[in-house]
C-alpha cells in the first residue's frame, strides 16, 4: 500500500509514539568514558583541545572516577603519560607504571567501576611511535612482546579489560597467549581491529604527549579509503581471540562499523575519538550547534551504525541525560 492509504507521518506525531516506535535507544550500559593519568599529586590539567577533559594524577583520578560512577559511568577506558620514556616502551610494563597504579587505587576505592586499559607503547616511547623502531620503521614482531609484557603487567595490577590499539600484525594471538601463560585466561581482549590512520586523533595525541616525532603511523594503521581490508583486519582478530572488535574513529567509518557488525558475530567497538569529540566542542562554543541534541545524535547514529559499545569522551556529559 502506498500514499495515500499509507502515511508514515502517522507514527511521528506524538512524543510518546515516537518512543514507542524509536529502533535504537542510547543507554548507559553502551558508554566507556576514557581518561588520562600521569604522575604526581593533586595534578588536574584541562587538555587545551578537548574541553572538560584532563590529565589527572591518580588521586584527582579516582576521585573524578567516584564522581563519574556516582552519575552512572559503569566503564573507563585508560591512558598513562609516564614520567620517564624509553625507546620501546618497556617503561609501560613496570609493576609500578602509572596506568598500574592507578588501576589499584581505583580497584580499592571504586570497586564497581569497569576498568579497560589501552595498550600500546606510543604514549611511553621517546620517539612517539606504537612500538620498537628498526631501521626507521616499527619493528612488528619486536613490539609484539613489549605489548604482551604491558598486557601482563595491566592484568596483575587487576585491570578487567585489555585494548591493544597499536595495529602490530599478531598482536591479539600474542597477548592471549601470554595472559593465559600467567593465569588470566577469563580476561577479556577488546582489539582496536579496524584502526585507521587517522587526522581524527590529532587532539588526543596533546593529551597523552604521544605525538610521533617524526613520520606519521601509515605502516601500521589502515589506509581510510580501504573497506575490505578492514574485514580482513577484523577476521584475523576475531581468529586470533579477540573478544570484542573496534572500529575507530567512528563517524567517518559507520559504513565500516555496520559492516564490521554484519560479518561477525562477535560484539562491536566503536571509538567516538578525539577530533570527533573537539569538532561538536568548539562549535559549541561558539554557538552555532546544539551540543546536547547534537551528542545524542552522534552517539545514537554511531550505535545505529551497528556499535554495541561506544567509547566516547562525551560520555561525562551525556550520562546524565540518560
Ligand atoms: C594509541 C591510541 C591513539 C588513540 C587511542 N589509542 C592515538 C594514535 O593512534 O595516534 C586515539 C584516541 C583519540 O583520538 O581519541 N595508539
Redesign the pocket.
Known amino acids: 500500500m502506498a500514499f495515500p492509504q499509507t502515511r508514515l507521518r502517522r507514527l511521528r506525531s506524538t512524543p510518546v509514539l515516537r518512543d514507542l516506535v524509536r529502533e535504537t535507544k542510547l543507554t548507559r550500559d553502551d558508554l566507556v568514558m576514557?581518561l588520562f593519568v600521569r604522575p604526581g599529586k593533586k595534578v588536574r590539567n584541562e587538555i587545551v583541545s578537548m574541553p572538560g577533559n584532563f590529565q589527572f594524577s591518580v588521586d584527582t583520578l579516582t576521585q573524578r572516577c567516584q564522581e563519574l560512577y556516582d552519575s552512572g559511568v559503569k566503564s573507563v577506558l585508560l591512558?598513562g603519560i609516564p614520567e620517564e620514556k624509553d625507546a620501546t616502551g618497556e617503561v609501560a610494563c613496570q609493576h609500578n607504571g602509572i596506568v598500574q597504579q592507578a588501576i589499584r587505587s581505583l580497584k580499592k576505592a571504586v570497586p564497581d567501576l569497569y576498568l579497560i586499559a589501552?595498550v600500546?607503547?606510543?604514549?611511553y616511547t621517546t620517539h612517539g611511535h606504537?612500538g620498537t623502531l628498526l631501521d626507521g620503521d616499527v619493528d612488528n614482531d619486536a613490539t609484539l612482546v613489549t605489548l604482551s609484557n604491558q598486557a601482563v603487567s595491566l592484568a596483575e595490577a587487576g585491570v578487567d579489560m585489555v585494548a591493544p590499539?597499536?595495529?602490530m600484525d599478531g598482536r591479539v594471538g600474542a597477548m592471549r597467549e601470554a595472559l593465559d601463560e600467567r593465569g588470566f585466561k577469563n580476561l577479556p581482549i577488546m582489539a582496536?581491529s579496524v584502526?585507521y590512520a587517522?587526522a581524527?586523533?590529532?587532539?588526543?595525541?596533546d593529551?597523552?604527549e604521544?605525538?610521533?616525532q617524526f613520520g606519521d603511523?601509515r605502516t601500521y594503521?589502515m589506509d581510510p579509503a580501504n573497506r575490505i581490508e578492514a574485514m580482513r583486519e577484523a577476521e584475523l582478530d576475531v581468529l586470533e581471540g579477540a573478544d570484542i572488535i573496534m572500529v575507530?574513529?567512528a563517524l567517518s567509518y559507520l559504513d565500516v562499523i555496520r559492516e564490521v557488525k554484519n560479518n561477525f558475530d562477535v560484539p562491536v567497538a566503536a571509538?567516538?575519538?578525539?577530533?570527533?569529540?573537539s569538532m561538536v566542542k568548539a562549535a559549541a562554543e561558539k554557538g552555532w550547534i546544539n551540543e546536547q541534541q547534537l551528542t545524542k545524535e552522534i552517539l545514537t547514529s554511531i550505535k545505529r551504525a551497528g556499535s554495541d559499545i561506544i567509547l566516547s569522551?562525551h560520555t561525562q556529559d551525556i550520562i546524565k541525560e540518560l
Open positions: 576514557p591512558f589501552d600500546c607503547n606510543c604514549e606504537c590499539s597499536d595495529m582496536y584502526k587517522s581524527f586523533y590529532g587532539p588526543f595525541r593529551a597523552a604521544s605525538a610521533p603511523r594503521q575507530k574513529p571509538y567516538n575519538v578525539s577530533g570527533e569529540f569522551y
